[in-house]
């Protein structure tokens, strides 16, 4: 008998009917001879509204009282998919992370997982049970509750595929598939069949928010393949694994354009320009738990400069703790965030050994007349941070510049100049159909997204 390790998110149990849609794919699929362990996020739009409901008693909320709060959006879904489960007639049992033997470190609202100990879990399924696990929550070494960040519940399944010995974490979501570019903001992107755990990681880390940044870490790290797809219909999702020489061979050079809004750039202003500064600062932030993405050390003037860098802006409150004590410290002028910001990135294998992508990124955003903030790079990633107001155009733009709209695949031509290939006729003759709804929470209307944004045909020359 194979275990199945199912992730449904939010949207896929925002109400009563998903929530008996969702069981009755679980029922379906433990009747065709699996051990199934579903993991499940919090319905919805609640873990937002209990973030909410948290700032307006505080504006500084306790981590540790926040972790209490948000965990239990996850119970109480996957108490009611219980019900659900048990109302098909199935055998059901639901865990909170606890209970399922997800321990993690002491780091409250964004812990890691340590180890996972699904004693339970195991004896659950051989004793013929449905297995449910409250997504996004385990219990820290100091036995406190603690919750893995948002979108962790993907980090949940993964890690339990893992110590459960799947074979696949199969990740349940809105749309049916990780996409060339957000489904929601370009019209003409295109599902993604199969793609590396390196690129996804890249995605993620770019603001892809489709699968959680730790989860592809965790993926990439044992070897877990994910197979991303809809819970609204059977079709093919798209595969995340290992690199393979097949994938090699259609590997185009830009995979897609991602962009994330959630972050803040955070400038200390006026830092004597010596030896050991940028280590106290970068310090600070990190004993605040603070991740740091792109960094830029101005030019120094009179022995001092600026130091700017970007940081999640919910991280901002611990940022600011961090830096007001090392502004002190250094006698450094003072420090700003700006949250209007926003970081916009191409991404794929294929632009290795191709320095004309990062020309051609930067000359399409100054055609837009969009200025560029920062810039970082790494071997398949090209990122830089504009205005944020600008940032939906700038996809959209950077997605039809590298001719990823409506295919996938982008190959140079023996001129050494760009040019989009069709994809395999094979894959061609399956178009892929777009669940996505305008934004996370709504529900997903197959249709009437779907013929907005997907054209009728793939372009076929
Ligand atoms: P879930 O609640 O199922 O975890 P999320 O809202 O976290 O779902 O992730 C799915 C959403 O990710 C999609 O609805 C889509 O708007 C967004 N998204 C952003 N970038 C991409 C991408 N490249 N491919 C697919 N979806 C993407
Ligand atoms: N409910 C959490 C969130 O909204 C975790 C998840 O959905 O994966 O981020
Ligand atoms: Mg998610």
Redesign the pocket.
């Known amino acids: 008998m194979s275990i199945v390790v199912q992730k449904y998110?939010?949207t896929s149990v925002a109400d009563v009917v998903r929530i008996m849609n969702v069981a009755r794919r679980i029922v379906a699929t433990a009747e065709q001879g699996n051990q199934v362990c579903a993991v499940v996020?919090?319905r919805g739009d609640?873990?937002?509204e209990l973030l909410e409901l948290a700032r307006e008693i505080s504006p500084n909320p306790p981590e540790r009282e926040m972790d209490m709060l948000?965990s239990t959006?996850?119970r109480i879904s996957c108490a009611l998919l219980a019900m659900a489960i048990d109302r098909l007639g199935g055998q059901a049992v639901s865990f909170t992370g606890s209970q399922a033997g997800i321990i993690t470190d002491t780091v409250h609202t964004k812990a890691r997982i340590l180890d996972i100990r699904a004693f339970r879990v195991q004896e659950a399924l051989d004793t013929g049970h449905i297995v449910l696990v409250a997504?996004?929550q385990g219990v820290s070494t100091d036995k406190a509750v603690t919750t893995l960040g948002?979108?962790?519940?993907?980090t949940t399944a993964v890690a339990l595929a893992h110590a459960l010995g799947a074979e696949v974490c199969e990740i349940y979501t809105d749309v049916d598939g990780v996409y060339t570019a957000n489904p929601s903001v370009v019209a003409r992107a295109c599902k993604i069949d199969r793609i590396s755990y390196d690129e996804m990681l890249e995605m993620a880390a770019a603001g892809a928010q489709v699968l959680?940044l730790r989860s592809v870490e965790y993926a990439r790290k044992y070897d877990i393949p994910i197979h991303v797809r809809s819970s609204f219909s059977d079709s093919e999702g798209t595969w995340v694994r290992e690199d393979d020489e097949t994938m090699e061979l259609e590997q185009p050079i830009i995979r897609a354009v991602t962009y994330s809004t959630d972050d803040a750039k955070v400038t200390v202003r006026g830092v004597p320009d010596k030896p050991g500064v940028a280590a106290q600062v970068f310090s600070a932030l990190a004993d605040a738990h603070v991740n740091v993405d792109m960094i830029i050390q101005n030019v120094s003037e009179q022995g001092r400069s600026d130091i700017s860098c970007v940081i999640a802006a919910e991280d901002g409150p611990a940022a600011d703790r961090a830096l007001r004590d090392i502004v002190a410290q250094l006698g450094a002028s003072g420090y700003d965030a700006d949250e209007r910001v926003a970081k916009i990135s191409v991404v794929g294998a294929g632009m290795r050994a191709n320095p004309w992508v990062a020309a051609k990124m930067f000359s399409t955003l100054a055609d837009l007349g969009i200025n560029i903030d920062m810039i970082s790079t790494s071997p398949i990633k090209i990122s830089c941070v504009i205005e944020e107001a600008r940032v939906e155009e700038a996809v959209r733009t950077l997605h039809t510049a590298f001719e990823l709209d409506d295919q996938c695949v982008y190959a140079e031509t023996p001129e050494g100049g760009a040019a989009a290939k069709p994809r395999a006729p094979a894959k061609k003759a399956a178009p892929a159909k777009k669940t996505g709804a305008a934004k996370k929470g709504a529900p997903a209307k197959s249709g009437s997204a779907a013929k907005k944004a997907a054209p009728a045909e793939k372009r076929s020359s």
């Open positions: 998110g939010g996020s919090a609640t873990t937002d948000l959006g996850e997504g996004f948002r979108g962790g519940s993907d959680a």
